[in-house]
């Protein structure tokens, strides 16, 4: 089979050729994570957490794994480090104390019919959970997406994407060196052969990626009744009133847009400004999007932060780039900046783009771009933006700008999206305590939250004695069942009318 080449984007240089993993491979690893499960998930929730803790730390201090993360991405050292591995150490806190372990204990409740019983609920792991990984971000939506499982109970078998599997292989290794179970987290490197046998055979599936291997992961897993979790991209909506701070809106916007270099699911796609504000909110953008700086990512250099927009990971993204500003040109969108591929720079680069006077008909507008590319529309008022902002078919996430805190959270509630942020871009990723999930075409379930981390357990309930009142249980038993008695039949009716 031929190996997997894996080159760095920002030089267009071959890092390393790796084997590339099979079926019959990835079968292996699911056997091998089945033996290793009921182990795992039977060792006390603070034995898990120590485990997974002690990895993070060694996340943290063997930072020379950055190098392969940002030279297999292309991505400035500040986003490996200050994003993929800071949220990564932040996940680990949050679902590894207090918060998980509350989320994962039995739960008891009353009835108020049965006041003699109560209800436990207990959650335990599925068992082997297959997390299907994207390429925009080898630590952040690979490795980090495991942990929310694994602190579950579950084993876990992560398939990176084959043109960025490095970071996650050399994760694999710092997890056996940390004490991580034999079994219970692997990596199995290769093409979509390998994600088909795991969701053909995981108890559970996460995936994140595109629509179209969404809908066939879905699919899949509707065919064996397991639950699948899905992040299938965004179009995320920033409307800007008349009355916002323009000037930190258009700064935000130009982050939010080009972090990354715009691969990323949560993103601005699209910028929906009032009218009033529209010209000066253009000429904002244009001025921060100037001062960016853009080249190979420095290796080697832990403290470098000189770039702040590395290159295209993935280099069809380049292609649907240029279809979408094309395509905005010739429906009568101004390009302002960029518009097209760097030629003085090696590797995959694409010149952040601000396109003005975009239209809903354009393909910017409707699909995603997930490229440095940043579409602004004006709109005559605010009802008129949420009217733009919810003609989508996806809703992954959002942004409302107003200097009324109170009339932007109105909107913000009206608008189609599993999160919106607040005069604010990108941070709902790193607020792990509340769940980030799409809705319509972006996918369902939940990363972060008490949410994210019980839809890795299946839920078993246990009607019991109430410990007080379980002496009630064998009178209400021969009063409530055969021999059905006029009399029961008589008190049911007055207890009907008087809480009902």
Not at 180 to 186: A, E, R, S
Not at 346 to 374: N, S, Y
Not at 493 to 500: A, I, P, S, T
Request: proline share 7%; with cysteine.
């Amino acid at each position: 089979m031929e190996p997997l080449r894996v080159t760095n984007p920002a030089t267009g240089q071959l890092i390393q050729s790796i084997p590339a993993a099979d079926a019959q491979a990835a079968d292996a690893a699911m056997a091998r994570a089945r033996a290793a499960q009921p182990a795992w998930g039977a060792l006390p929730f603070s034995v898990r957490a120590r485990t997974l803790r002690r990895l993070a730390r060694a996340l943290r201090d063997d930072l020379t794994f950055l190098d392969t993360l940002s030279a297999e991405s292309g991505k400035p050292r500040y986003e490996a480090e200050g994003i993929e591995l800071f949220y990564t150490l932040e996940l680990t806190r949050y679902y590894t104390g207090r918060a998980g372990r509350r989320a994962l204990a039995d739960d008891l409740r009353h009835p108020f019919v049965f006041t003699n019983k109560r209800a436990r609920v207990v959650r335990h792991p599925r068992g082997v959970v297959a997390v299907i990984g994207p390429w925009n971000w080898p630590l952040l939506n690979n490795y980090a997406d495991c942990i929310a499982p694994l602190v579950a109970g579950n084993a876990v078998v992560l398939k990176p994407s084959e043109h960025t599997p490095m970071t996650s292989l050399r994760v694999a290794d710092i997890a056996r060196a940390s004490g991580v179970p034999d079994g219970v987290f692997q990596v199995v490197a290769g093409r979509g052969d390998v994600g088909a046998a795991l969701t053909a055979t995981a108890d559970m599936i996460f995936f994140t990626g595109s629509a179209a291997t969404g809908k066939r992961v879905a699919q899949a897993a509707a065919v064996r009744l397991v639950p699948a979790v899905l992040e299938l991209g965004g179009k995320s909506p920033m409307i800007v009133l008349a009355d916002a701070d323009l000037r930190r809106a258009a700064h935000a916007a130009v982050w939010s847009g080009f972090a990354n270099s715009g691969q990323v699911c949560i993103r601005t796609e699209r910028v929906i400004v009032e009218d009033a504000v529209a010209d000066r909110f253009v000429e904002l953008a244009a001025a921060e999007i100037a001062q960016l700086r853009q080249g190979p990512p420095p290796l080697g250099k832990p403290d470098a932060s000189d770039i702040d927009v590395g290159a295209i990971a993935f280099a069809p993204q380049i292609e649907r780039a240029q279809q979408h500003i094309a395509d905005a040109r010739a429906r009568g969108g101004r390009i302002v900046t960029g518009g097209a591929r760097r030629a003085d720079l090696p590797g995959q680069f694409f010149a952040p783009t601000l396109i003005a006077d975009a239209t809903p008909e354009m393909a910017v507008m409707r699909e995603e771009t997930f490229g440095p590319v940043l579409p602004v529309m004006r709109v005559p008022d605010a009802e008129a933006a949420l009217r733009a902002a919810n003609d989508s078919p996806m809703g992954l996430s959002g942004s409302i700008w107003s200097g009324d805190a109170r009339r932007a959270r109105a909107l913000a509630r009206r608008l189609q999206a599993g999160s919106v942020c607040v005069n604010d871009v990108l941070v709902n990723y790193f607020c792990v305590e509340a769940p980030l999930g799409g809705i319509k075409g972006s996918g369902t379930g939940f990363r972060h939250g008490r949410e994210g981390l019980q839809q890795f357990c299946r839920v078993e309930t246990i009607i019991e004695d109430h410990p007080l009142l379980g002496w009630l249980s064998p009178l209400l038993g021969r009063e409530l069942t055969f021999p059905y008695k006029p009399r029961t039949l008589q008190l049911l009716r007055r207890f009907m009318k008087l809480f009902y």
